[in-house]
């Protein structure tokens, strides 16, 4: 997966779509991706206690990461990713995302 965690994506399908957003959290091995402040679901919770009011909660769910595309943060467009490797004396290969349309490296 191109993406990781805080990195600025938009949404391409689904109820939010157009919407950008901060990544909150990965799951690599299923490909999906919470994205905060979107796609979110409410679980109703019940009264704990006699007297207690029951509760509302909203929270980012999970969504397929082939819905979602990297923004660029130096040219603030949708891109997809590349990969440049930089090599260095004496020290292990570096490798950086790299915007396709800017050709700057991402961060």
Do not use: W, Y
């Amino acid at each position: 997966m191109n993406i990781k965690k805080n990195d600025k994506v938009q949404i391409l399908a689904g109820k939010d779509k157009g919407k950008t957003g901060k990544v909150l959290q990965i799951l690599q091995k299923e490909n999906r991706l919470s994205i905060e402040g979107l796609n979110l679901l409410i679980k109703h919770l019940r009264p704990q206690r006699q007297g207690e009011k029951g509760q509302r909660i909203e929270f980012p769910a999970f969504i397929n990461a082939s819905n979602v595309s990297l923004v660029c943060s130096k040219c603030g467009r949708m891109t997809r990713v590349g990969h440049k490797i930089v090599k260095t004396e004496g020290k292990k290969d570096k490798k950086f995302r790299v915007c396709k349309k800017c050709q700057e490296t991402i961060e």
